[in-house]
């Protein structure tokens, strides 16, 4: 059964850090590309950075510079460091695993950017 479960949302000042983590199971992890994407009220669902199974990384021209995509395949874990947020950050943020045909989500988890 296949899992990805996000943790480590919730509500920080503009200028705060947060850090995501994605558990997965129930595939092979490494062979896998694995992503963020959020979803913010009335927008569309966006990639926000994905590290391939070679570990290359590409990010959404906005976080640039903020946010850091990492993963450890020990663990089967993919991370999200996201620094100097901003209000504009605010949303549902979901992790993402790719593979060939092979598309699975996790369930999301609240970020919220306010003071």
């Known amino acids: 059964q296949v899992q990805l479960v996000e943790s480590g949302g919730g509500l920080v000042q503009p200028g705060g850090s947060l850090r995501l983590s994605c558990v997965a199971s129930g595939f092979t992890f490494d062979i896998y590309n694995m992503g963020w994407y959020r979803q913010a009220p009335g927008k569309q669902r966006e990639s926000v950075a994905v590290?391939?199974?070679?570990?290359?990384?590409n990010y959404l021209d906005s976080v640039k510079g903020r946010f850091t995509i990492s993963r450890d395949n020990a663990k089967n874990t993919v991370y999200l460091q996201m620094n100097s947020l901003k209000p504009e950050d605010t949303a549902v943020y979901s992790c993402?695993?790719?593979?060939?045909?092979?598309?699975?989500w996790g369930q999301g988890t609240q970020v919220t950017v306010s003071s």
């Open positions: 590290i391939t199974s070679a570990a290359i990384t």
């Open positions: 993402n695993a790719r593979f060939n045909m092979l598309n699975y």
